[in-house]
C-alpha cells in the first residue's frame, strides 16, 4: 500500500486512486475518482493516438488527406466521392513522384489510416473537453486546475494544428513531411 502526503496530488490507498489538493475536498473520493478516471482514460487515449501517428508514418499515409476541415468528421461513401477525394490527391507531389501507380483501391488503404488519425484526435479533444467543462461548472475542479487542464486542452489542439502544418509542408513541392518547413 503505498500512502504519499496529504499535500500530493495522487493518494493511492486501498487500491483507488483520489486526486487531492485542487478537486473540491467536499466533494469526496467519488469525484476524486471520477476526475482521475476521466484523466486516467484520455491518457490512454493519446496512448492509442501515438501509435496511430506512428503507424501513419510508417505506412506513409499523412498524405493521403490533402485537405483540413476540422469539422467535417465524415469520409467519402460513394464513388464518385471516392474519386474526388483520389482526384485532389493525384494533384500531390506525393502521388506524382512516389505513387503515380496507385489505384483508387490502394488509394483507400492509405486514406483510412489517416481518417482515423484525425477522427481520433478530434475524439480525444472533446473526451477532454467536455468532463472539464462539465467538472468546472459542476465546481467538481477549482479554477486553478481548470486553467492548467485547459491549456493541456490548448496543447492538444496547437498539436493537431502542428499536424496539419506538417503536412501541408509535404503538399507543396516534395512529398515529406516536415515540422522544419
Given at each position: ?114 481518417y ?57 513541392d ?8
Amino acid at each position: 500500500m503505498l500512502r504519499r502526503s496529504n499535500n500530493s496530488r495522487l493518494d493511492w490507498a486501498r487500491g483507488r486512486v483520489f486526486v487531492q489538493g485542487n478537486v473540491a475536498a467536499a466533494k469526496g473520493p467519488r469525484v476524486s475518482a471520477a476526475i482521475a478516471a476521466w484523466l486516467l482514460l484520455c491518457c490512454g487515449m493519446v496512448f492509442v493516438m501515438v501509435v496511430l501517428g506512428g503507424l501513419t508514418r510508417l505506412t506513409h499515409s499523412g498524405l493521403s488527406m490533402v485537405e483540413w476541415q476540422p469539422l467535417s468528421v465524415l469520409p467519402p461513401f460513394s464513388e464518385a466521392e471516392w474519386e474526388a477525394t483520389f482526384a485532389k490527391y493525384r494533384l500531390s507531389p506525393e502521388f506524382r513522384l512516389v505513387n503515380s501507380d496507385m489505384t483508387l483501391a490502394g488509394f483507400k488503404g492509405i486514406f483510412w489510416l489517416e481518417y482515423i488519425h484525425r477522427l481520433w484526435g478530434r475524439t480525444i479533444g472533446l473526451v477532454f473537453a467536455l468532463p472539464l467543462a462539465f467538472f468546472f461548472l459542476k465546481r467538481m475542479i477549482d479554477a486553478p486546475l481548470a486553467r492548467r487542464l485547459a491549456g493541456i486542452l490548448l496543447l492538444g489542439g496547437l498539436q493537431g494544428l502542428m499536424g496539419w502544418v506538417m503536412v501541408k509542408s509535404g503538399l507543396v513541392d516534395a512529398p515529406d513531411v516536415s515540422h522544419y518547413r
